[in-house]
């Protein structure tokens, strides 16, 4: 199982990017997908997840500025749209997804290599 996000950038204060990740193997289901985030000098910390039937959790930091969706056709992407982006959401993004794969209906909990995210102006 592996994860590739894609999407990260350089934007002023106010601006808007969107991530995506998508996840690739002999995947037989995901039940979570998430974002998380680390600062320099800061522990990674959860940004928005989406689980079975569209529930979605924010962090407050984020609430009514980021929306995290999962692509119906094809149900191994996800995306964060970033709006009103702000100097402190300057941080490495981490796509995470869990679930089951392989024949054996192994578990599996898996990370991406990150992307950058920087709000300067």
């Known amino acids: 199982v592996q994860l590739q996000a894609s999407g990260g950038g350089a934007v002023q204060p106010g601006g808007s990017l969107r991530l995506s990740c998508v996840v690739s193997?002999?995947?037989?289901?995901?039940?979570?997908m998430g974002w998380y985030r680390q600062a320099p000098g800061k522990e990674r910390e959860m940004v928005a997840d989406?689980?079975?039937?569209?529930?979605?959790?924010y962090a407050d930091s984020v609430k009514g500025r980021f929306t995290i969706s999962r692509d119906d056709a094809r149900n191994n992407t996800v995306h964060l749209q970033m709006n009103s982006l702000k100097p402190e959401d300057t941080a490495v993004y981490y796509c995470?997804?869990?679930?089951?794969?392989?024949?054996?209906?192994?578990?599996?909990?898996?990370w991406g290599p990150g992307t950058q995210v920087t709000v300067s102006s």
């Open positions: 995470n997804a869990g679930g089951w794969y392989g024949t054996r209906q192994r578990r599996f909990n898996e």
């Open positions: 193997g002999n995947i037989l289901d995901i039940n979570i």
């Open positions: 989406i689980i079975h039937g569209g529930i979605t959790d």
